[in-house]
C-alpha cells in the first residue's frame, strides 16, 4: 500500500464509527452534553427548570424509582453516548454532586442496566420525579422505625 492511501483509509474508519460511542472521559461529556443547561457547577437554571443537582440528586439512588429516574430524565436517556458512556457519566457526576445524598451502599450504573432502563423508559418521565422523592421518603421513614 502507498503511504499516501494511508490517511484515507484512517478518515474512512472513523467515519463509520457509530454516532453514539464517546471515547473521552466522563466529564468531557458532561461538558459537552450537560454543562449548557445544567452549568459546570451543576446549579442549573431555576428560570428556565432546570433542576439544581447539588446536594439533590443522590437521593433519588435511595429508592429504585429514582434510580430508574436519574437515567430516563431526558437529558440523559437520550443524549447522543452509548450505554456505557451513559453510566460512566452518572457513575462519576452523582458523587460529585451529591455524595451525601448517594445510598451508603451505592451501586455504580452499568452499561446493561442503563440499556434496560432507557428501553423501558415510560411515557410519562416527570411524574415520576415525585415519586421517587415520596417512595425515598417512604423507606426512610420505615427505616427510621
Ligand atoms: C437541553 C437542556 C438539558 C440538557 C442538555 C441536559 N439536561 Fe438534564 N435536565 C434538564 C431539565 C429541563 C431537567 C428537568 C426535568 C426535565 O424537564 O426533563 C433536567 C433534569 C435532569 C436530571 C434530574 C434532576 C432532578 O432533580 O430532577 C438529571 C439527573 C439530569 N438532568 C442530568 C443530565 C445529564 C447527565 C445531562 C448530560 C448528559 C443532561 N442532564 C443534559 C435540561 C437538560
Not at 97 to 104: F, I, N, Y
Not at 105 to 118: G, I, K, S
Amino acid at each position: 500500500m502507498s503511504v499516501a492511501a494511508r490517511p484515507l483509509l484512517v478518515a474512512g474508519a472513523l467515519a463509520i464509527l457509530p454516532l453514539a460511542v464517546s471515547a473521552q472521559p466522563p466529564e468531557h461529556d458532561f461538558l459537552q452534553f450537560c454543562v449548557g443547561c445544567h452549568r459546570l457547577d451543576g446549579s442549573g437554571s431555576a428560570q428556565n427548570g432546570v433542576p439544581d443537582m447539588r446536594g439533590v440528586v443522590g437521593r433519588f439512588l435511595r429508592g429504585p424509582t429514582g434510580r430508574a429516574f436519574v437515567v430516563q430524565v431526558a437529558g440523559v436517556a437520550q443524549a447522543p453516548l452509548d450505554d456505557a458512556a451513559i453510566a460512566a457519566l452518572l457513575n462519576w457526576l452523582l458523587p460529585r454532586m451529591d455524595a451525601d445524598g448517594l445510598p451508603d451502599d451505592f451501586q455504580p450504573y452499568t452499561a446493561a442496566e442503563v440499556a434496560h432502563l432507557r428501553a423501558t423508559r415510560p411515557g410519562d418521565v416527570p411524574a415520576l420525579r415525585q415519586r421517587a422523592l415520596d417512595e425515598v421518603a417512604a423507606l426512610e421513614a420505615g427505616a427510621a422505625r
